[in-house]
């Protein structure tokens, strides 16, 4: 399978996500506390569910990024020790997923010497710990507590270094050769393998017609109103998906009714949905663009992305791009990452397909951007945009049925096309 988009820009994500589960590190020092706020009228503070409280250590870190200069271990009975070599003081966040029971440790502003590379890379860095270079500007040690009593971590100066313990059982009387010495597990870049199906025996595939209510989204010339649109393709989708076995469809409204960003979100998760695909249109202060784009969660390339995705998700551009706070543990779990851009490809392959015969059909491709949406859903997620509705052409399609109906097929053939290589009963 064609690898379509550089696997290493995957590593630009910032959002921990831990076997399915999305886990939001707390606010440190020296960030606004709007930048965390959800997208609502009142803004608050967001709530993720599934994690312990975050640690963080250490001091602001200067314009230079720290160099962590070497990476050694030493193993006892009682305890196995990760030490950091830094270059100076750094400042560190802990955060720890409940299922499984993992830990990563993040340091900001920081990258692997090229010896501290090496040892990460060639498996001398013994089990259970792994560390990664998960961004440009951020490392990561990851390890599995599951066979351990206890872990503790601590910085030290002078000189200064991050000290990581993980304790052993006691009742267990381990020693140092009965660790598991099992190849630490790395990441590698290969083409995605698409979703199978849980073994509950079905698909669940939730739409999302993006805005409702109160929240009319963007407006044509004509003062069509984006979620109007987004509502009646989001109810043909789930018409056509509906009619094959295996699959059961939700959507996130079903009528003009505002939903916050953060309950669909939830909604998603606490259904346990295989797939999220999120209906919007687009648009764009000249009124010559037009055509079609599909997103999928990750750091803005341009800043048009950022443009579109602060205006879906109803915030200023300054509080949507994606900091280092948001860390992708890759190493833990690659898999919605890889899925949510294959089932991006599929969806913008079959619309481009099944649309181009009937319409002129602007490709603007696959893009990553900080969506809301795609951010705190804990499945392969896109954010499909549909049209320009601010092409005036484009606009007078969105109000004909025959449109919304070959927007609504095109889709659901990307999605049987993504469905139908993990052997799934929909045709």
């Known amino acids: 399978m064609q690898v379509r988009e550089p696997w290493l820009s995957l590593l630009t994500l910032r959002t921990l996500i831990v076997s399915g589960t999305l886990f939001c590190l707390s606010l440190p020092s020296g960030v606004s506390a709007e930048a965390w706020a959800s997208p609502s009228d009142k803004p608050r503070a967001l709530s993720i569910h599934g994690s312990k409280q975050s640690h963080v250590r ?38 720890r997923a409940e299922d499984p029971d993992r830990v990563l ?64 059982p006691i009742e267990q009387g381990l020693n140092p050769a009965d660790v598991p010495q099992e190849t630490p597990k790395r990441v590698i870049p290969t083409a ?75 909604f998603a998760n606490s259904n346990e949905a295989d797939l999220f695909v999120s209906i919007h249109v687009n648009s764009h202060p000249s009124r010559t663009v037009k055509g079609i784009e599909i997103y999928h969660f990750g750091e803005a390339k341009d800043q048009r992305a950022l443009e579109v995705a602060a205006r879906e998700n109803g915030t200023p551009i300054s509080n949507t791009g994606v900091g280092w706070e948001y860390l992708v543990a890759d190493l833990l779990t690659t898999k919605k990452i890889e899925e949510s851009l294959e089932l991006a490809w599929n969806a913008k392959a079959a619309m481009v397909a099944q ?49 919304v109906r070959d927007v609504a097929q095109s889709l659901y053939q990307g999605i049987v096309a993504f469905l139908s290589a993990s052997k799934s009963d929909i045709r």
């Open 58 to 95: 250490g001091t602001p870190a200067s314009l230079a990024p720290v160099t962590i200069r070497n990476v050694r271990a030493t193993t006892s009975p009682e305890k196995i020790r990760l030490v950091l070599d830094l270059d100076r003081q750094a400042r560190v966040i802990e955060q």
């Open 192 to 266: 995605s393998q698409p979703l199978a199906p849980r073994t509950k025996g079905y698909t669940t595939i939730v739409i999302d017609p993006g805005h409702g209510g109160k929240d009319p989204g963007a407006r044509g010339v004509r003062k069509t109103e984006e979620k109007d649109v987004t509502l009646k393709v989001g109810l043909q989708l789930k018409k056509l998906l509906s009619k094959q076995p295996g699959v059961r469809v939700l959507m996130t409204r079903d009528h003009d009714v505002f939903v916050e960003l953060e309950e669909r979100a939830r």
């Open 105 to 168: 440790i993040a340091i900001s502003d920081a990258r692997l010497s090229q010896a501290a590379q090496g040892k990460a890379l060639d498996g001398t860095i013994p089990t259970p710990f792994t560390v990664t270079q998960v961004t440009p500007h951020a490392v990561a040690v990851s390890f599995s507590t599951t066979s351990f009593q206890s872990h503790k971590h601590f910085l030290l100066s002078d000189p200064p270094r991050l000290v990581i313990d993980v304790i052993l």
């Open 355 to 403: 649309m181009n015969g009937h319409y002129e059909v602007d490709d603007h491709g696959v893009k990553t951007a900080p969506f809301y949406v795609l951010r705190f859903t804990s499945m392969p997620s896109i954010l499909a945009e549909i049209a320009y509705i601010s092409n005036p052409s484009e606009e007078e399609l969105l109000h004909k049925p025959a449109f």
